[in-house]
C-alpha cells in the first residue's frame, strides 16, 4: 500500500519546485488551505524558493475577512503566473489585497475564466485530453476577440482559442496540468483517504486530485485530524488515499471565514428557519422582494452573491422557505445559501455536490431562474460584474456567472440604478429620492463585458433588471422599462438618470405598492406547471 507521509505545513512546503504549476481547491474561506499555502510562504521567506510559480484557483483562494489565502504567495519571485476564477475582494477603503497590487501594477501574468470551465480544464488534464470545448465566455471578456480573459496587458493570449466546430462557434481551453494539488478535507486517516463531514462542500477536491496524480504530481492534503487506518467509512471518503502523497494537520482550520464549525451547513443538523436573522427594510431588501415575485412554486433556482442572495430570506420571511429550491456553485443543493462573506453555504442543505458536478447542471440550464447582481448595464443589455475601472480589486472577478448565464432560460439581474453617495428614503410606500448617487449603472458600454445580452437573445433567454426604482426587460429593440416605482419620477428618476435611450413599454405600471411597506407582502407563489412528460402521463 502508497505511504502518505504527515507533515508540518512547512515541510510541505518543500515538496514544491521552481516553476511548478499549483492548483488550489478552495472557494475564498471556504476549504481554503490556508496553513498549506502560508508553509510555502514562509519557505519563501527564508530560502527565497520556490520561484516562479504558476498557481490555479477555480474560485479564489483567501478572501479580505482574514484568510489570507493566495495573498501568501503573492510575492514578486515566488508567483509568475495565476490563473483564477476568482480573486479575493478587498475593502474600497483599504489597501487591495497584495495579489492585486500584483497584478495592476504588472508583476505577474494573470488570467481569470470561469469557474466551472477552470474545474473541467483539471477534469480534462486527468483524462490526458488537450482541453475543454464550450460556449461558455463567448462575446465576452473571456472570449480571445475581446480580451482572452486577461487581467491585465502583460498577460499573453495563450489559453483560450477560438475556433468552429460543425458551423458553430465554441471557445478552445488548453488543460492545465498541476504539478502539485492543494487540497483540505476534515478527516485523513493514515492511509491518506480523505472525508470531508465538517467542510460546507468537497469543492473540487477529487478533480485537482486526479489532474495532478494521473500526470505525475502530488497531491498535498490539509486536514483538521487524523484516524486510524482502515476506520473510516468508505461511503464517505470522497478522495482515496491512493492519490494524497501528503497530509499537513491544521486543527483550528475554520469551516468557513466565520464559522468554526456549523453543522447546519455541513449536513449534520437542521436547524429551524426560525433561527434566520431577518432581513432588515433597505432598498436592497425592496429590490429581492420584486425578483422574488418572479419565481414558482417547485423550481430550482440559482442565485449569486450580492442583493440577489436576500430572495431565499425573503421567501422565509414569507413563509415560503422550501418552495423553491436553490443551487449554487459551491455545491449546496436546496436549504436557504447564507449571505455576504459566508456565501458559498447553505442552512440545511439537501444535498451538497461536488462544485464540478454541480456546474454540469448550471451550464446545460437544468434549472429555472438565476438571480444575480450587476454593477453596469450598456445599450445592448450587456452586464459588467468583473471590471470597475480603478476598483478592481473590490470585485471577484467572473467565478462561475458565465458558466451560469450561458444557458440559463431566465436570468434576473438584481442592483441598484445608481452608485455613489444618495439619499432614497422609503417613506408611505413611495420612493422619495432625495440626492441621487452620481454615477449611473446604465452606461453606454459597460467597461468589460461579463454577459452578452445580444447572445442570450439570439439563445432566445429572457432577461430582467430589476432595481429599487424601475424593472426593465431585455427585447431586440434595447431595454424596456416595464414598471416604476411609486413616487418615482418616469422622466427625471429613471429615463434621465441612463446614459443611452431607454424604451418605456406601452403597458407601464407600477411596482406593487405592497413592496414598499415593512410589513411581509404576503406573498403567493404560483405553482410550477409538470413537465410535459408527466403532463402526457396525467391525460
Sequence with gaps: MKTTRILTAR??????????????????????????LAGIGERFTETAAPRNLTTIHPIAAGDMWGIKGIDHLARPGLLARIIAGSLPSGPSSSEPPLIWQMIENEQIHAYNFPSGVLYQMHRAAAARQPGVFTQVGLDTFIDPRQEAGRMNGSTPRDIVELTELKGREWLFFEAQVPDVAIIRATTADEDGNLTFEEEASPLGALDLAYAAHNNGGIVIAQVKRIAQAGSLDPQKVRVPGILVDAVVVAPDQLQTTQTPYDPAISGQLRRPLSTLEPVGFSLEKITARRAAQELQSGETANLGFGVSALVPHILVEEKLGNEVSWVIEQGAVGGVPLLDFVFGVAQNPDAIMPSIDQFTLLQGGGFQHSLLSFMEIDVQGNVNVHSLPRRRHVTAGVGGFADITSSAPSIIFLGAFTAGRRDIRIEDGRLNIVSDGPFTKFVNKVNSTTFSGQRALANGQDVMYVTERAVLKLAPEGLT??????????????????DFA???????????????????????????APHHRLQQLDS
Excluded at 515541510?11 to 498549506?36: K, M, Q, R, T, Y
Design 502 to 528: 431607454l424604451n418605456v413599454s406601452a403597458e407601464l405600471r407600477l411596482m406593487d405598492a405592497r413592496l414598499f411597506e415593512p410589513a411581509p407582502l404576503g406573498l403567493k407563489l404560483p405553482g410550477l
Design 11 to 36: 515541510e510541505a512546503a518543500e515538496l514544491i519546485n521552481d516553476d511548478d504549476v499549483i492548483s488550489v481547491s478552495s472557494s475564498s474561506g471556504l476549504g481554503c488551505p490556508d496553513a498549506v
Design 481 to 498: 422599462v416595464t414598471e416604476i416605482a411609486p413616487g418615482v419620477d418616469l422622466e427625471k428618476d429613471v429615463l434621465g438618470k441612463a
